[in-house]
């Protein structure tokens, strides 16, 4: 028996957000972008899935709720607030990206050896906030030459966290500075880039010591119980950290960028067993969304004389099950919501080429995405619930090892071919979504990732997962 955090209250997840994105976003024509590429959807399993009406749809697979627009750092309690232009955005370039995309394999998370390293770091923690915790840094550009007041101020709180260790100058941007930042940035899973010049490096500098700490104490609960029910061969897909592990006999194999649940469509944890992979899958829209999105964009489709369906390679079936030609659907009347409708597999298939499937009450899984942008970026909660995996090919490659028949030559082959295919593993493999926003390494490092849930305040509720 497993004891998870509960975080969701009203059903299962509607993992189905990308297609509202889409929707709002298209114009008559789907563009080169996939505005619709959100629409695609599982394949196998057809009878059950996520959604209200029994049907598995996607995560978010836009850059947010519209689509697209710029990523924005979790507002932390007592982060400060940004004005005008005061930092840019959290745009990289190809080298930060590579490092973003290619994260360091690391300690797993779910290490037991990971328990006595985050006691030590909470007793280390108690003693700053007794002492007063550490200053708030002012939301500006800093970096190699920078002087002035806030560069004072930021020294301050690099020390009192043991970022910042040796000699420097107090009102300059100097060596030991520039290291203690890329110590400071590499610890809260922020790019290692020795600046601060994006709003979620001021985000992470500015939560409050007694939050950290609170962080600390929330999450020494959660590796005391997951540590000791992990299994020797697993996929953990830490949420606030966005990134999925694949791990071996106590060692990180594969480390992989993911998008997952942006706060008011959470990714949930959960404990299963990936059972299939689902090569090319289709999407089945979900009634919500049929209601809040497909329809009224069809309609809009339907008044400049145009075929919403053809144009997202999409179908339509009545409540028999009979396929309808879209000249055949009045999309202004009731009939319509009580069909259902899927789209097929396509180059702007938002759940990519393939699906990674397990059993779960709130149907979410992991799979691909042709929009490969958000996985660039340093905050990555932009979904609806499912998760996307960057490289996912070499992960299923991983998955399939013991299922005979399987490599990476045949699964390249199966993308470029568009082949549907489901393969049902020889061994299930574990899987868990985990809520890990803080703990410490054996070597002293003490990692934070944003509370992007606000559970680590004590007030979420435990049931347990077989």
Not at 101 to 112: I, Q, S, V
Not at 431 to 457: C, E, H, K, M
Request: aromatic share 10%; proline share 8%; charged share 15%.
């Amino acid at each position: 028996m497993l004891t998870f955090r509960t975080f969701l209250k009203g059903g299962p997840i509607l993992a189905t957000a990308g297609l509202a994105a889409a929707l709002l976003m298209s114009s008559v024509e789907p563009s080169s972008a996939g505005l619709f590429s959100w629409m695609k959807g599982p394949q196998g399993n057809q009878g059950g899935g996520g959604g209200d009406d029994g049907y598995a749809g996607p995560g978010l697979f836009g850059g947010g709720l519209f689509g697209g627009g710029k990523p924005r750092g979790p507002q932390q309690p007592g982060s400060q607030a940004f004005h005008g232009d005061e930092l840019p955005p959290d745009e990289f370039d190809a080298a930060t990206q590579a490092w973003i995309l290619n994260p360091p394999l690391g300690t797993p998370t779910l290490a037991k050896a990971n328990i006595a390293a985050t006691q030590a770091a909470i007793a280390k923690y108690r003693a700053i906030v007794a002492n007063g915790g550490w200053p708030m840094v002012p939301a500006k550009v800093m970096r190699p030459g920078s002087t002035g007041p806030e560069i004072v101020v930021l020294h301050r709180r690099l020390e009192i966290s043991g970022d910042l260790v040796g000699m420097s100058v107090p009102e300059e941007y100097d060596a030991a500075v520039v290291a203690a930042v890329k110590k400071f940035q590499a610890r809260h899973g922020l790019p290692p880039t020795g600046v601060i010049d994006t709003r979620a490096m001021i985000e992470a500098l500015n939560v409050p010591a007694s939050v950290r700490l609170a962080q600390l104490e929330a999450n020494l609960k959660r590796l005391q119980t997951l540590s000791a029910a992990a299994a020797p061969r697993y996929v953990m897909v830490n949420i606030p950290a966005a990134q999925v592990e694949a791990v071996d006999a106590g060692q990180v194999v594969q480390r992989h960028a993911a998008v997952v649940g942006k706060p008011e469509r959470p990714t949930p944890e959960l404990s299963s067993k990936i059972q299939e992979i689902n090569f090319n899958p289709f999407w089945y829209v979900p009634k919500s969304i049929i209601y809040k999105d497909l329809v009224p964009k069809a309609q809009e489709f339907a008044r400049r004389n145009q075929d919403m369906l053809a144009a997202y390679h999409m179908q339509a079936f009545d409540a028999a099950g009979n396929p309808i030609a879209s000249n055949q659907i009045n999309w202004f009347g009731q009939e319509v919501y009580n069909y259902q409708f899927r789209q097929l597999p396509w180059d702007q298939n938002s759940l990519g080429f393939v699906k990674i499937n397990f059993p779960n009450k709130d149907s979410v899984y992991m799979h691909d995405t042709p929009l490969k942008s958000l996985f660039g970026r340093s905050v990555r909660y932009e979904s609806s619930g499912c998760v996307r995996v960057n490289a996912i090919e070499t992960l299923v490659d991983w998955i399939l090892q013991d299922t005979g028949g399987w490599n990476m030559q045949r699964i390249m082959a199966v993308k470029q071919s568009g082949e549907q295919i489901d393969v049902k593993l020889v061994k299930q493999i574990p899987v868990y979504f985990t809520y890990v926003s803080a703990w410490a390494t054996p070597d002293g490092t003490v990692q934070f990732r944003p509370d992007i849930y606000n559970l680590d305040n004590g007030s979420g509720e435990t049931a347990s997962v077989n």
